[in-house]
């Protein structure tokens, strides 16, 4: 019975020993569980702030976009008022190119009155039964108006329809298009 009382003792004591080995394992196995438990906090954490700013990034982006659609449309709306203002200086240009050719023609053509008798460059156009005038001078007016209005229609790059004028000095013509007659002014 003593043999078997030892052996009984070495179990309790194995016993014991596993049993406090085991409680070591156990605390140890707790502490590696709390910091495990601690680092799943932090990533928890780290996950939360990531995707805090991953949606701010998206906000952003989004922004980004609205912003920049709205700069195209813009972009756009400003190179349409480019074309149109450069449209409008070209128009521009060329009517001053054509009120430039029209001051040479005032220049050139002076247009006034005498008396009763409207005048171009000094030559009256037409007469009066209390007035003789030479018909030469009322030819020569009518030659110079008929190359004034020719001149004047070519400034403004405009063609007559019905009628062709024929500038000539005192014998200047228009020519009617219909019939193809002629009549001297």
Not at 6 to 33: F, G, H, M, R, V
Not at 64 to 86: A, N, P, Q, V
Not at 133 to 144: C, M, P, Q, R, S
Request: charged fraction near 30%; hydrophobic fraction near 30%.
């Amino acid at each position: 019975l003593q043999e078997e009382t030892p052996n009984w003792q070495q179990q309790i004591d194995a016993l014991c020993y596993e049993i406090e080995e085991l409680k070591s394992e156990e605390e140890q196995l707790e502490l590696e569980t709390n910091i495990k438990q601690a680092e799943h906090k932090m990533l928890r954490y780290k996950l939360d702030v990531l995707k805090e700013t991953q949606q701010k990034m998206k906000d952003l982006e989004h922004e980004y976009w609205i912003k920049y659609g709205k700069t195209c449309s813009k972009r756009g709306d400003l190179r349409m008022e480019i074309g149109s203002l450069t449209c409008r200086l070209d128009y521009t240009f060329d009517c001053l190119e054509k009120v430039r050719r029209t001051h040479i023609l005032n220049d050139v053509f002076h247009i006034w009155y005498d008396s009763h008798f409207g005048t171009i460059n000094g030559y009256r156009l037409g007469r009066l039964p209390s007035q003789s005038i030479d018909n030469n001078e009322v030819n020569a007016a009518w030659g110079l108006t008929a190359m004034l209005i020719e001149l004047l229609a070519k400034t403004i790059d405009h063609e007559f329809n019905d009628i062709k004028i024929l500038p000539q000095g005192c014998q200047s013509k228009i020519i009617f298009c219909k019939d193809d007659t002629e009549c001297e002014l």
